[in-house]
């Protein structure tokens, strides 16, 4: 065969190839999602089971009355069976509030990298269904602020945000998401990611911040209520740099202190004036297990009004 016919028909064989193999998805592909790896393991993995256990939580928990603007909360990221019952306190207040994007922000556990990694991906998938990513503002956020990046493994097995999202399913409707992982928790990169925040939300209504924390980890009971007393104490004060500053110390402790951190500059920088604590426990108030604990705390960040009441 002639040497210039065969180089043609390979040509024309793998032109058409091209044209029958599946597109390549590229890293926002409507398609990107990302599976859930808590179904069955950490909460419930039927849908019904798990709508059933997160209506059974949230009728339990119980919100104080006030007038304000609520601007964030703080939440715990234990399975269901152990600080869902804490977390409920505080999704429990937003069945009522029309956010249409939540910012998650949650500390690494698995990897470890520096600076920020905010999610490209399309979505995420619970039983419960999709919850959409806001691409568009998680570029934006990409593109504005220092050390913030996307690195795929640091949200593919982190379970800080996946958590949170069947309780914000049930409460919220036609809300998209923002998730965030930060590497790096000292108070420079929680400053530069707050302000990053402020900077692209300019105070957008619709907007609520979630940091994803738990709380002291196992020590024995006593031990561990003294630690967490001590960030509730600094939460209270509205004082962002001084629970920086008692963390690094030692002097209370948060597996998610930066997110934290950064919920209080940004709530600060948008009108947030006061920390309302919903509810604080730990591990061994459920399973009686009071040698090595873990704690758990909710509470909601706002932005308070001069007329109603102010909740303590």
């Known amino acids: 065969m002639n040497k210039h016919l ?22 926002t592909d409507k398609e990107d999602l990302r599976p859930s790896i808590l179904a069955g393991r950490w909460y419930p993995r039927s849908r019904d089971a798990l ?10 928990a119980e919100t104080p009355i006030f007038n304000g603007e609520l601007k964030a909360i703080i939440v715990p990221h234990a399975g269901y069976s152990y600080s869902g019952y804490v977390a409920a306190h505080a999704y ?84 998209k998401i923002v998730p965030i992982i930060m590497g790096q928790q000292d108070f420079e990169t929680c400053l530069n990611l707050a302000n990053t925040l ?7 209504k619709d907007t609520l911040l979630l940091a994803s924390s738990d709380l002291s980890h196992y020590h024995p009971y006593n031990k561990a209520n003294a630690l967490d007393h001590q960030f ?7 004082d962002p740099r001084g629970l920086s500053k008692n963390l690094m110390l030692g002097k209370c402790e ?18 947030a004036d006061q920390a309302i604590i919903l509810n604080h426990a730990n591990s061994g108030d459920i399973t009686g297990d009071r040698n090595q604990v873990v704690g758990y705390l909710s509470a909601a960040l706002i932005k308070s009004s001069d007329t109603g009441p102010r909740p303590k």
């Open 6 to 27: 065969f180089r043609s028909l390979i040509l024309v064989c793998l032109i058409s190839l091209a044209f029958l193999l599946p597109p390549q998805t590229s890293g």
């Open 51 to 60: 709508a059933q256990t997160i209506q059974r939580l949230l009728s339990k």
């Open 92 to 175: 429990k207040l937003l069945s009522k509030k029309q956010f249409r994007r939540v910012i998650l922000i949650g500390p690494s556990h698995r990897m470890g990298f520096r600076g920020v990694s905010v999610n490209l991906q399309a979505g995420y998938e619970t039983p419960l269904g999709i919850v959409p990513v806001d691409q568009e503002m998680a570029r934006k956020i990409l593109n504005t602020g220092p050390n913030i990046r996307w690195l795929r493994k640091a949200h593919a097995f982190e379970h800080s945000l996946e958590i949170q999202l069947p309780f914000l399913q049930t409460v919220l409707h036609n809300f």
């Open 198 to 204: 402020v900077q692209v939300l300019k105070d957008a």
């Open 232 to 238: 509730i104490k600094d939460l209270q004060r509205f």
């Open 254 to 271: 948060a597996c998610g202190g930066g997110p934290v951190i950064t919920a209080l500059l940004a709530s600060k920088a948008i009108g």
